[in-house]
């Protein structure tokens, strides 16, 4: 992480002379987000390159370094083929399975919130909450490590509708530890996840439910 160079086409949200730059902020806005606080988070863009027309993510580790990214297409549907677009293997200094989104706030943190995209895990940075992302719910043995290493003493992972059971599997390697965790169901919600559902119902979820438990991963 320490050699990694961020590449000289990815410019700040304010930085930029095009088109793209507009397009960049609307997008932001449009999702609920304040433009002062996506530079706190290190958030980019392109306007040239493998990832013009992207928001870049940064995924940034305890040291306060880059370990990847992920590039969001901000333009129309009709000209990006993907949503998003992942780094090339060797591009950066791991893997985008190896890490977690906002690592850094597990330092400190009590408990957090889990979501699965980067922009539900920002909804809730942005009001002052620990959360992190898994962008893919993937959880291998590194992302394993790395939770069961950190302080966090509580989690509460937001399961996008319909992966409610997948959900509550990936994070059953938590039981019998030190830390208590909730899955809280979308599957019956009108949303999908929490940047679309907002801050207030994910909190109405979480208070009606219980920690994982073997009684209720096999229920």
């Known amino acids: 992480s320490e050699d990694y160079r961020i590449p000289k086409e990815f410019l ?26 996506c530079i706190k988070m290190g958030i980019m863009y392109a306007e040239e390159g493998r990832y013009y027309g992207r928001i870049i993510l940064p995924f940034i580790n305890q040291k306060s370094l880059w370990d990847t990214f992920n590039a969001r297409d901000f333009l129309n549907p009709s000209v990006q083929e993907y949503k998003y677009l992942n780094p090339k293997n060797g591009e950066v200094p791991m ?5 977690l989104y906002n690592e850094y706030c597990l330092k400190t943190a009590s408990k957090v919130y889990i979501t699965e995209g ?9 009001k002052g909450f620990d ?3 898994a ?18 003493k509580e989690l509460a992972v937001i399961a996008d509708r319909g992966f ?5 599997n990936q994070f059953s390697f938590l039981l019998n530890t030190d830390k208590k965790v909730k899955i809280i169901n979308m599957d019956n919600e009108k ?13 109405e979820l979480e208070e009606k439910t219980t920690y994982l438990s073997y009684e209720s991963l096999f229920a």
Do not use: C
Not at 135 to 152: T, V
């Open 191 to 203: 949303v999908k996840d929490a940047n679309e559902g907002g801050l207030d119902l994910i909190f």
């Open 164 to 168: 409610y059971n997948k959900t509550m």
């Open 131 to 133: 959360s992190i992302a």
């Open 12 to 37: 700040h949200i304010y930085e930029g002379q095009t088109i793209f730059k507009d397009k960049a902020q609307k997008y932001l806005f449009d999702r609920g987000f304040d433009l002062d606080f």
């Open 95 to 99: 893997k985008l399975t190896d890490t």
């Open 135 to 152: 962008s893919g719910w993937a959880i291998g043995l590194n992302r394993k490590r790395i939770l069961l290493n950190s302080p966090i």
């Open 118 to 126: 980067v922009f539900d895990s920002l909804t809730f940075i942005q």
